[in-house]
Every structure is written in structure tokens, then in C-alpha cells.
Nanobody, 124 residues
């Protein structure tokens, strides 16, 4: 059973940085897509960034140039480096995974493994 455990959320002032981590348990295979998604109250969950097993990445327009997704295959951990944070980045952030060969990474509905979420709060 695949389990995803996020950490690294917190509170930061506008312009600050945070790094989210997502440890992957129960899967060490080489075929997958993983991503970060976020949800704010009253809004639908939205995709933030994805990475496939070849290292190809994609980002939401709202975070391009500020956020970086990466994966350490030795530590089996997914990261999201968030710089130049804005109040509108405030949300619950979730990591997610879908196994198999996906090129490019699919839409949110295909992801079938989810972490519990970690809160990010950016104050102005």
C-alpha cells in the first residue's frame, strides 16, 4: 500500500520561502507521476506542479518562476520549494501520486494516492 506523508508547512510572511516534503512509503518503482495540489476554503482543489519519472515538470501559471518541484529518488521523497510566497498561496497543500507510465502527467482525477495535507499560511 502506497502512503504519502507531507511535512514542511507553516506560517511565513509575504516574500518568504518554505519547502514542502512528501515521503513515499510502499513504492520504489520507476514509473509514476507525482504532484502537488492545493485547496483553499470555498475553492476547488487546483494543481500546483507535477513531475514524471523522467524528471519532466509542469507548473500552474500562478506559481511559475517561484515554485520548484523535485524528487530525490534515493530518499524517495518529493519536494516543493516555494519562494517569493504571496498571501494568495495560502492553502492546504497535498502531494499525490499515480503509478504507471504517464507522459505527460495526467489530470488530478487520475491521482489515486494522496497525503493528508500540510497547511501553508502566508501573511501580508
Amino acid at each position: 500500500q502506497v502512503q504519502l506523508v507531507e511535512s514542511g508547512g507553516g506560517s511565513v510572511q509575504s516574500g518568504g520561502s518554505l519547502r514542502l516534503s512528501c515521503a513515499v512509503f510502499g513504492y520504489t518503482g520507476s514509473s509514476y507521476c507525482m504532484g502537488w495540489f492545493r485547496r483553499t476554503p470555498g475553492k476547488e482543489r487546483e494543481g500546483v506542479a507535477t513531475i514524471d519519472d523522467g524528471g519532466s515538470t509542469s507548473y500552474a501559471d500562478s506559481v511559475k518562476g517561484r515554485f520548484t518541484i523535485s524528487k530525490d529518488n534515493v530518499k524517495n521523497t518529493l519536494y516543493l520549494q516555494m519562494n517569493s510566497l504571496k498571501p494568495e498561496d495560502t492553502a492546504m497543500y497535498f502531494c499525490a501520486a499515480v503509478l504507471g507510465w504517464w507522459h505527460p502527467c495526467p489530470g488530478e482525477v487520475r491521482y489515486n494516492y494522496w497525503g493528508q495535507g500540510t497547511q501553508v499560511t502566508v501573511s501580508s
